[in-house]
Structures are given as structure tokens and as C-alpha cells.
């Protein structure tokens, strides 16, 4: 599958997809090396955009906290397939680290699974993950959760296998059960057993309840790589380190509601402030120039003068102007205004403004500018002079 195409080229630093890598492939080179990868949620393109500045080389798009963040609404099956392909597309053109997407329960049947895998590949994830809840499905560590049977869960592992082949992608597909919570540790684990053995390539199961359950769960098909969910703030799992994650026999680990519950928090703070009267302290808001450097407008800038023309037409009429009109038929008061448009035509970015100058000053060519008409024209060329000088 060919490499994605962010907005801002890969640099040479990039610690994710590399220049002609595919999303997946970056991923899996990663998931290949030791440790427990971390992966942040987040929920847009600045929060993946800071996820990879914090220099974290794998993204997770969360249905939790997309949910939450284009919806303000909660993560129980409310939001559409078309929301979650949209929202990652974005996502992936921010950055140029590998994300994967979450899918859900694949937005219906197996063929619709197929519909889903195709179209996440084409939004540019590296990976998917799907689960085998019942629809609507519902938050992994809230209650009243159902699974579908075992032979149609395999099944759509299946043809989500099936999709990633006829695509010829090699989208990472993260396998993921709820049957810990909706049935029994024991038939989780059979579950995601029975998932490797379809193709998956990553095995999950949500919420589970303790260290040991998450050292059985890494007993099972130990050469395929393990997810970690550490759900912050009073989920069912152990919140653990990395290191301790690693050893236990966890690859990956994701950290779902991090970011949009701090910014959730900061937001409230910020609100609170402005209706006092004030507005959020220095500490809690970055300066405009910090936001600027987020946002990448000086790479903007950098790579806007590589693009930018000046006309040679200009420079012909600056020629022809300093030949025939200003040293014959210009007044001597007029001469300042001359080295003006001189430096003015070598300020790249002002080719407008420079056209306009000139438009001015060649208007009535031959004839000597004199009188209450000159002074207006002249004036007006000075301002769009120091219009140049000052963008």
C-alpha cells in the first residue's frame, strides 16, 4: 500500500512512518521492537498533531473520546462510521506517526466489516481495532455490555482479513473482546486464541480485572503482540508503568481519555476565569507564539518561500523606468520615492504589493507628475510601500 501523504512532509528526525513507508508497516516495525509501546487517544487532528510532538511514535484514535470530542456525546454507539472515517482522515493528514483507528464492532455484518477495513486503509490508519460487542456496543469498562457469538466474531476477523488482502494493504487489524465482562475471563481468552488463529495481528481484551488475568491473557498465542488499555481515573484494569506492562508481555499500550479528560478540565478553567472577568492564568495558557509553533506556521512560512515569484516583468519595467523617465522627466523631489520602489521589488513575498507600486508610478508615463495629482499618487505609493516593508 503506498506510503500516506501528511500535509508537512517527513522529516529525516520522523520516530514514526518513514519516507516511502506504509502507516502499517511503520507500525509494525515498531510493534517489532522491544517494549511496551505507548500510544495516547486522542479525538482530532492538534491532539494527534501534539501526541507526535510529544515524541510518542504511535497515535490511537479513541471512539470514547471522538465521540465525546465531535459529538459531546457518550461512547454508546451513537457515532456513524462515516463520523469515525471522516475525523481519521484528518487525523493521519496532521501527522506522520502510524495511528490506528478504532472501529468498533465494524458498523454492522461482515460485509460491512469488509466496507470499514477499505475504508479506514483509504483514511491512511495503520491499524483497526474491532471487537465482538453486540450493536449499539458500548464503553468497555461500563455495564450492561453483550457479545455476539463465538462463530460470528471469528468470522468477522475473517473478513476483515479478507478486506485487508483484496485491498493489498497490510493494515495492522487489532482484534479486541468484551466477553471478560459480558461472560468470563475464560471465554475471553478463547476468543482472542480463536482471533489469531483468523489473522489478527494484535490481541486485546478490554477491562480486564486484575495482574493475573493480564499475565494469563499474555500466556495465550504469545507470538502475537498484546494491547493494554490503562483507562485513567477508575477503570477495571491496574493502572501499571510501561516497564512493568513489558514485562508482563504487553507491546502496546493506549491511554484513552488522558487527553480529552485534561482538556475537558482545562476548558472548564478557562471558562471560569473568563466569566470572573479575567482571562486563564500564563501557566495554563501557552503564548501566542507557542501556539503559532504548535500549529507549524513558521514550517508554513519556510516552505511558502520556496514557491513564491517575483515577476520578471517588474524588473524590465524597473529598467525601463530608471532609463527613460526618472533621470530626464522625474523631478528631484520624486528620487527618494524611486529607491523606495527599488527596495520594494526585492521583498519576494510583496509581488503584489510591487505590481501595485509600479501601477502607480508608470500610470502616466512620459508626462511629469506635478502638482496636487502627484502628491496624491506619491502618497499613495508610500503607503503601499511601507504596506510592503511592515507585512
Not at 522529516?11 to 502499517?24: N, T
Not at 487532528?45 to 473520546?65: H, K, Q, S, W, Y
Not at 455495564?143 to 483484496?166: C, P, Q, Y
Not at 514485562?247 to 480529552?260: D, K, M, N, R, T
Request: proline content about 6%.
Amino acid at each position: 500500500m503506498a506510503a500516506r501523504a501528511p500535509y508537512f512532509a517527513v522529516e529525516e528526525s520522523a520516530r514514526g512512518i518513514r519516507k516511502g513507508e506504509s502507516p502499517a508497516a511503520a507500525l509494525r516495525r515498531i510493534l517489532a521492537t522491544p517494549g511496551a509501546h505507548q500510544a495516547p487517544c486522542c479525538y482530532d487532528a492538534l491532539g494527534a498533531r501534539l501526541v507526535e510532538r510529544a515524541g510518542f511514535p504511535i497515535g490511537f484514535m479513541g471512539g470514547f473520546c471522538v465521540s465525546a470530542g465531535r459529538l459531546g456525546l457518550p461512547d454508546a454507539g451513537l457515532i456513524s462510521y462515516g463520523e469515525m472515517v471522516d475525523q481519521g482522515r484528518l487525523i493521519n493528514e496532521a501527522v506522520s506517526i502510524p495511528v490506528i483507528g478504532d472501529g468498533d464492532n465494524g458498523y454492522g455484518n461482515s460485509m460491512n466489516i469488509k466496507r470499514t477495513i477499505k475504508g479506514y486503509i483509504n483514511a491512511g490508519f495503520a491499524g483497526i481495532m474491532l471487537e465482538d460487542q453486540v450493536a449499539p456496543k458500548a464503553c468497555g469498562h461500563t455495564e450492561g455490555r453483550k457479545v455476539i457469538s463465538r462463530e460470528e466474531a471469528i468470522m468477522h476477523i475473517k473478513a476483515a482479513v479478507d478486506a485487508r488482502n483484496e485491498s493489498g494493504s497490510d493494515i495492522v487489524i487489532v482484534a479486541r473482546s468484551d466477553a471478560r465482562q459480558a461472560i468470563s475471563l475464560d471465554e475471553a481468552l478463547w476468543r482472542v486464541k480463536a482471533f489469531a488463529d483468523a489473522g489478527a495481528d494484535v490481541l486485546f481484551i478490554d477491562a480486564l480485572a486484575s495482574v493475573e488475568e493480564m499475565k494469563a491473557f499474555c500466556a495465550v498465542a504469545p507470538e502475537v503482540p498484546k494491547m493494554a488499555n490503562m483507562l485513567e481515573g477508575g477503570g477495571k484494569t491496574p493502572i501499571l508503568s510501561p516497564a512493568e506492562l513489558e514485562e508482563i508481555g504487553f507491546s502496546l499500550v493506549v491511554y484513552p481519555l488522558s487527553l480529552v479528560g485534561v482538556a475537558m478540565r482545562a476548558m472548564e478553567d478557562a471558562l471560569a476565569a473568563i466569566k470572573d472577568g479575567g482571562v486563564p492564568p500564563p501557566s495554563a495558557l501557552p503564548s501566542f507564539q507557542q501556539i503559532k509553533d504548535t500549529l507549524g506556521f513558521n514550517r508554513y512560512y519556510k516552505e511558502e518561500k520556496q514557491y513564491q515569484v517575483v515577476s520578471h516583468d517588474i524588473h524590465f519595467l524597473y529598467s525601463l523606468y530608471i532609463e527613460h523617465y526618472v533621470n530626464t522627466q522625474f523631478p528631484n523631489h520624486m528620487l527618494p520615492l524611486v529607491g523606495q520602489v527599488k527596495v520594494a521589488t526585492t521583498l519576494e513575498p510583496r509581488t503584489t504589493i510591487t505590481w501595485r507600486l509600479w501601477i502607480l508610478l508608470i500610470r502616466y508615463p512620459g508626462q511629469v507628475l506635478m502638482g496636487p495629482k502627484y502628491h496624491q499618487i506619491s502618497m499613495q505609493a508610500h503607503r503601499i510601500y511601507v504596506e510592503a516593508v511592515a507585512a
